[in-house]
């Protein structure tokens, strides 16, 4: 299973939303989102919201063999759940995944290096690169 990190750029004034949507994904929808991962081969995903010059932005980890082909599968997608995210991802962030994104993924890893008590540290997976608003 890879990793790939997704950045996108909150539209202005769109924390708080970005803040109700991480809410409802990790407690009242957290079984249909899971369903919805499966059904698309994400294996799991981790959001954060960050602060940047520009705004807030939402950062995602997602784990998926292939992104590219989940993302599309995602972007074609008619189940109710699907649909919901998609229209709140577009409402905070701008971004259309009812069509297919194209997200250039870097193949740069870092090597896995021991911790201090000798334990290695798992390396990053591939990353995708970052979304701004209007740019898939």
């Given amino acids: ?19 109700d949507f991480m809410r409802q994904l990790a407690d009242g929808r957290r ?23 520009s705004g807030e932005l939402l950062i995602g980890l997602i784990e998926s ?36 994104p194209d997200l250039p993924i870097a193949d740069a890893q870092v090597p896995t290096a021991p911790t201090e008590g000798g334990t290695p540290r798992r390396a990053p997976g591939p990353l995708a690169a970052a979304m701004a608003p209007g740019k898939t």
């Fill in 65 to 100: 063999e292939d992104l590219a082909r989940s993302l599309g599968l995602l972007s074609v997608s008619m189940e109710p759940h699907d649909l919901w995210f998609k229209r709140r991802l577009a409402d905070i962030t701008g971004v259309d995944l009812n069509e297919t």
């Fill in 31 to 53: 079984a249909e989102q899971e369903r919805a991962e499966r059904r698309v081969g994400i294996a799991g995903e981790r959001w954060f919201l960050g602060p940047a010059e």
């Fill in 1 to 19: 299973m890879q990793e790939h990190c997704v950045v996108l750029t909150l539209l202005p004034g769109r924390g708080e939303s970005a803040r």
